[in-house]
């Protein structure tokens, strides 16, 4: 079983332990009691620090394709459908997925290169083959949907490129859908609050002193920031 660690470290969160390889990264064999454990939930994200095991690939695979609830996919859960993303249009509720430009890259067979000339197309193009919402990371991240809209985020800071910040935006975006934000909506707000967090944090501590955590610490100002503009 898996997830001792996070459960003894972390005081605010709760676990939900599953089968481990002998590698300890989740086994296909978990799949069953994930889909169980996710029936009554209002979103699943799924993919950091996962590896990329075979037998954990075959679980995201499973996943992907059974969780009836809305999914977001990042890290190594895109890394497991390289190769399989007609699973995306399979789905029983439209996907979000958040690669940064090399995911993208592996995603779509081409190159990195490629994907940066071209951020805002190739994205919208996977979007839309693929039937699901993309958020291309990195500076100036893009936002597809599956229906041709794209938009273009202007928070956020070459201070974010460290390791565990794309994982935070995966759990802001999780967070916006569980409190039934649509998977668009939910990546238009999430990524914004994300960056803005993210500036406040570079204007405290500069660009080059951060790590994700700090991200985190500035969520709550980023949403006073934001509701105070709404109430206006």
């Not at 989740?26 to 799924?46: E, G, I, P, Q, Y």
């Not at 975006?173 to 993210?198: E, F, N, R, S």
Request: with cysteine; glycine share 12%; hydrophobic share 45%.
């Amino acid at each position: 079983m898996l997830c001792d660690v996070t459960a003894t470290g972390t005081m605010d969160l709760m676990t939900f332990p599953l089968r481990a390889t002998r590698d300890d990264s989740v086994s296909r064999d978990a799949a069953a009691d994930a889909l169980t454990f996710a029936k009554d939930k209002d979103a699943v994200a799924v993919g950091p620090g996962l590896s990329h095991r075979k037998s954990t690939q075959d679980f995201v695979r499973t996943m992907v394709l059974r969780c009836a609830a809305p999914m977001v996919i990042d890290a190594d859960g895109l890394n497991a459908i390289v190769g399989h993303t007609k699973l995306l249009k399979k789905t029983r509720q439209l996907a979000l997925i958040t690669p940064h430009p090399g995911e993208m890259a592996r995603l779509c067979g081409r190159d990195a290169k490629e994907v940066q000339s071209d951020r805002a197309g190739i994205a919208t193009a996977f979007a839309q083959e693929n039937r699901c919402v993309v958020v291309l990371k990195g500076h100036h991240t893009v936002i597809a949907s599956p229906d041709g809209d794209v938009f273009v985020n202007r928070t956020g800071n070459s201070g974010m490129g460290t390791g565990g910040t794309g994982d935070v935006l995966t759990g802001i975006l999780g967070g916006l859908i569980a409190q039934g934000v649509g998977p668009v909506a939910a990546a238009q707000l999430g990524v914004y609050l994300h960056g803005l967090a993210g500036d406040i944090a570079a204007a405290e501590l500069t660009e080059r002193g951060m790590i994700a955590g700090d991200v985190i610490q500035r969520l709550p100002s980023a949403w006073r920031l934001i509701e105070g503009a709404l109430d206006a």
